[in-house]
Every structure is written in C-alpha cells, then in structure tokens.
C-alpha cells in the first residue's frame, strides 16, 4: 500500500499490505497472518524445484539490475562439497530509494522466511542480511525477527524440525554507498575495504569468503514465500504488458508530489496514472518537469516520456530509462535542473570507493563544473567537456558507480539544455578574475 | 604479558601505556568480550568481524581512537595499518571525538528539492554551531551533511546518535532539541 497513505483501489499490495501495521512485525502477528507457511512448503520440496518454480514465475532482481532470480539461484550446484553463502542486500542507499526499509521495519518475518527459502534452495547453510548502518529501525527489527525465529526453531540446526540447518545473521554496515554493490559487499562483510571486485569470477563460483554465493535484494527474496505458495502462474499473470516482467514493484516515490510513500503495482501500471492517480499529482500551484524514475543512477525522464511510459523492465527503457530500484524522484517547475544534477553529481563524487581513475577524477571534475555553472561562472565549452568526461566515465570501470554519475548528467544535459545555458549566458565574472582584474 | 584464552585470541592485559604514555584501557574485556566472542562464531574468519567490532568500539567510547584500533587489530590478528584503511573508508566511524549529540541531515537531491537545506541551516543555528562539522563550543552537538539516508518520501530525514527522525522541517528543530537530555 502507499505507505504512509491509505490503500489506493489501483494498487495490488503483496509486499506492502502490512506495511503500518505493527502487529505483523511479531512472529506471532506474522504467522497468525499466514508467515513461515511458503518457508514449511518449501522445506518438503526438492532444492532444484524451488528455483523452478521461481524461474517460472519470471522473478527477476528487484535492486537494480533485473537479473532473473531463478537463474541466478540455478547457477549454485547444492552439494559440491563447499560451503555455500546466501547474502541479502540490505544496504539501500540509492537516492528516491526506500522499499527495503519498508519492508524491513514493517515484515521483517517475510524477508527472514524468503530469506530462508532460497538459502535452503541453493544449498546455503549459512544468509547474511547485510543492512546499511543508518538504518537503525530497520536493524532493530530485523535483528529481534531473526532472534525471534531462531528461539521458535524456524532457524538453527534443525529448522522446522526438519534436520536442515538454516543460520542467518544480521551485518551491520558502516556507511558506504559502494557496499550496495554486490563484491563490494562482499568484501565489506569480509572486512575489508568496499571496493568492488572484477568479475568473473561471478558471486556463484567465488562469493563471499570465496565460496559460492547467491545474493539477492530485499524486495526480491521477500516475494519468494507468496510465489512458492499460490504457485508460478500466478504470479507471472501479474503483468500488464511485456511478459518477460511478471509481478509486482515496489516503488518509492519523493520529491516535488503530493503523496509520496511506498506504492506497489503490478508490472506494466501506466507511469501517467500512477503518478497523477495514485500520487496525488503536482503540489498545488507547481507542474511536474521531470522524473529519475529507477534511483538516482537512471537517465532523466522529460514529462512526455513518462507519461508515456509502462511500468517494468522494457518499459522504462523503451521510454529512454531504467526501472533501476523504483525509487521516483518527481521534479517540479520551482526546481532547477542544474542544481538537481550537481546535486546528485556530488553524491556520486562522495561515494566513488576510488578504486578506478575514471570514476575517481570523473565525479570530482563532473561536481566541480557542474557547481561552477550553477553557481553562475560556467562557459559554454563546459557543457561539451561534461559529455565527454561522461563518456569516458561510461563502461570503463571496475563497478557502474562511474556510469551512474555520468548518465544523469548525459541525459540532464541532452534533455534540459537551455536551463544550463541560461545559466551560463547570465553569467557572473568569477569573484576571483574580478578581484585579479 | 599476553594471555591465550579458550577464545583464541590474545586478551590484552587490562590497561598499558600507549607510545605517547597515555593511559589506554581496553574495551573488549568483560561482556564486550563476549559480545565479540559471539560475534566471532558467525564468520568462517576473523577478520570478518571487523565492522561490528569496531561498531562495539564506538558504542564503548563514542569514537574510535588510533589506540583502539591497535587494540582491534590485536584481537583480531590484523595489523593497525590494516584496520585504519578500514575505517576511514567507512562513513560512519568517528576517527575524532563528536559532541554529545551527534546530528546527521540528509541533503542529498531528493531531499535537497523539499528544503533539507533550510532544515541544516536551522540545525546550526539552534544548537550554536559555528559550521558543519565543527562541535559547538559546548560540546553538546556536531551537525554534519550526510548522503542519502534512505527516507527520501519524509523529508527531510536526520539523525540524531541512533535516533532516525523523518519529516524533520525547519520548524521541528528547536523541539527536537529541547527534548535531548
């Protein structure tokens, strides 16, 4: 539902249905809400039709990337003598982006059973929910949920009674943005450093403490128990368009509108109707004049591609986007786009681990120009010298934190090129030039 | 005199002398101990419990100190070097003393559009802050900026120690304020 506002008729809550409901965040509320049944069902089934009935469903990753989950789970070969890691992508940190933290504070049971589930189907004895250190709630929650499960024998040596061992632990993050990158991560639970890994070798053959590893978005595993549980088709039927996105989204939404909250939709929602319908539209008296519609790492939307846009994977990229995490950013008319971008430009600058020249120098000099022009000292040729930084930032790095600092700035600059060059033809002589003159 | 208890690591002696003679005790004695003991016996390594050590750290002695990290470097077999790369590069260690209240505002866009601005701007001025991340002559508060809290729909978000405060708005600070002890 649109957490903090009442259901919308329109939206389909899976996820969301408890969210401000404080009751299902016990495990007694939680079972007595049908928990820990999909995680009994899955516990009597075969590891290898688990991940087929999760490949059916058409799941895919809800962090970013839309990886198909059953695939990546299929990549594990359960009893190839090593020991086996499931770890869950807790660290959300991307801006616009807050579901995770929903689902955590509100059904922590749900992500500590879908959690569960895929580790017993890959073969993992051992889940590390590895959750942003800000996110103090969210830690309170999951950790008295984990410790809730264990004391009910959900978890542990023999969980469910059933001979299987399930251990999960809660990792506390340290404040990085880099560490929501999967080896990143990785290396950070090690406790190292969070610089992302060159790949291959990819997470299923050498993971965490280099072992085969699954890791999976919080939204993603927690949509596990309801597909084991009301089967494939139904869950692939969720979907309005494209049938290669099935299911719902978990959307975040902030920024210049009138109710922004958590919203969840079935796969291919009108991104018009979702956002004047279900988000109340405008503030009064303002217009809506742009959209990042996936996180702030996706390419700006001009009002005319959003509102023509469908909500899933082929949607948003047929319409010049991502669907990325679902964090919406709404822009409005009282907002400078140029700020905006530089704003978002210095985020990246911040969180560069450093690891690659590109992405280091690049979202350094990218903040630098871009708080030059908007502080009213730019030149045209800058506008020439972002694209091109941008381009040479653009897949030729280690991790994407390079191309994410690049692409906002590469569409921001294509689509509302006249509010930079206002800027720049009202320019200021440099206080500094002033004074030298 | 370094004992070798059922642990498995070494247990420094209670307090030593650093190498500028200040007076160092140490934290992981006691139920710290133990806390990282259990710790230690959910990772296939040691050095996988850096993080949430050094969270006990901070939480023992509000920062963590070079002397500190000697001490974590010592428990967990690693070399201090080793650790101090691991903690600066990690946002949320203080490698300094912070006032008693410890104010984070996030700025980042989303929250930069509804006005955080404002919201930091009132922060240094109600707890007498001369800038970001300068402790205010009392000692009570150090406000800093921080990236993206991942509240964005309540703007805008801050916190307070451990405390996560949504939809915080210019407004809101002198309250927020008065009621910490």
């Not at chain 1, 017993?120 to 942003?132: D, F, M, P, S």
């Not at chain 2, 992981?28 to 296939?44: H, V």
């Not at chain 2, 470097?73 to 650790?83: I, R």
Request: charged share 20%; with cysteine.
């Amino acid at each position: 539902m649109g957490y903090p506002h009442p259901l919308h008729e329109r939206e389909t809550p899976l996820l969301s249905r408890y969210f401000g409901d404080p009751e299902a965040r016990s495990l007694d509320g939680w079972k007595s809400r049908g928990g820990y049944k999909g995680l009994e069902q899955a516990l009597g089934m075969a590891q290898a039709d688990i991940t087929n009935v999760v490949k059916d469903s058409g799941l895919r990753g809800r962090g970013g990337a839309g990886f198909p989950t059953g695939l990546k789970w299929s990549f594990m070969k359960p009893g190839d003598g090593k020991p086996h890691y499931l770890c869950c992508n807790a660290d959300e940190s991307e801006p616009g982006t807050f579901k995770d933290r929903e689902v955590m504070r509100w059904t922590p049971h749900a992500l500590v059973e879908g959690c569960a589930i895929a580790a017993y189907a890959i073969g993992a004895e051992t889940t590390y929910i590895y959750i942003r250190g800000e996110f103090t709630e969210p830690l309170l929650w999951m950790n008295r949920a984990v410790e809730e499960a264990y004391a009910d024998g959900i978890l542990g040596a023999n969980a469910m009674g059933t001979g299987k061992r399930i251990d999960m632990h809660v990792h506390k993050g340290a404040g990085a943005y880099i560490c929501g990158e999967e080896t990143a991560l990785m290396e950070s639970l090690e406790g190292r450093r969070g610089n992302p890994r060159i790949k291959p070798p990819f997470p299923a053959v050498s993971g965490v403490f280099g072992m085969p590893t699954t890791i999976n978005n919080v939204e993603t595993l927690a949509a596990v128990p309801q597909i084991l549980l009301q089967g494939a088709d139904w869950y692939k039927k969720m979907s309005l368009s494209n049938p290669k996105s099935t299911g719902t989204k978990l959307y975040s939404v902030c920024g210049n509108v009138k109710k922004p909250g958590t919203y969840e939709v079935v796969m291919g929602f009108p991104f018009k109707d979702f956002l004047y319908d279900l988000c109340g539209g405008p503030l009064d008296g303002r217009k809506f004049k742009a959209v990042i519609p996936g996180g702030a790492s996706v390419p700006i939307q001009t009002m005319a591609e959003a509102e023509a846009t469908l909500m899933d994977y082929e949607g948003f990229v047929a319409q010049g986007t991502m669907l990325g995490s679902g964090g919406v950013i709404v822009i409005d008319d009282a907002q400078s786009m140029v700020r905006v971008i530089a704003r978002i430009a210095r985020f990246f600058a911040h969180e560069s681990c450093a690891q690659c020249t590109q992405c280091r120098e690049g979202t350094a000099w990218t903040t630098k120009i871009l708080e030059r022009i908007r502080d009213g000292h730019g030149t045209m040729e800058d506008l020439d010298t972002l694209i091109e930084i941008g381009e040479n930032m653009t897949g030729t790095t280690i991790c994407v934190l390079s191309d994410s600092c690049a692409v906002p700035v590469i569409s921001g600059i294509k689509k509302f090129r006249s509010e930079f060059e206002s800027l720049i033809q009202g320019r200021r002589v440099h206080p500094v030039l002033e004074a030298v003159a | 005199m370094k004992q070798v208890p059922a642990a498995g690591y070494p247990v420094p002696e209670v307090a030593s002398h650093n190498s500028s003679g200040q007076l160092y005790v140490p934290v992981f004695t006691g139920t710290s101990r133990e806390e990282l003991d259990t710790l230690l016996g959910r990772y296939p390594t040691k050095m996988a419990a850096l993080l949430p050590a050094l969270w006990i750290v901070q939480r023992e002695r509000g920062w963590v100190s070079d002397d500190a990290m000697a001490e974590v470097a010592d428990v967990l077999e690693l070399t201090p070097a080793y650790v101090k790369g691991v903690v600066t590069f990690y946002t949320m260690y203080h490698q300094h003393p912070v006032g008693k209240y410890f104010i984070q505002v996030c700025t980042t866009s989303p929250c930069g559009i509804c006005g955080a601005d404002d919201v930091v701007r009132a922060f240094l001025q109600h707890t007498r802050s001369s800038d970001l991340g300068v402790t205010s002559a009392d000692g009570r508060y150090t406000v800093i900026e921080v990236e993206c809290l991942g509240a964005c729909g309540f703007p805008t978000p801050v916190m307070i120690n451990e405390e996560f405060i949504e939809s915080v708005t210019p407004g809101k600070v002198p309250d927020l304020l008065a009621r910490l002890p």
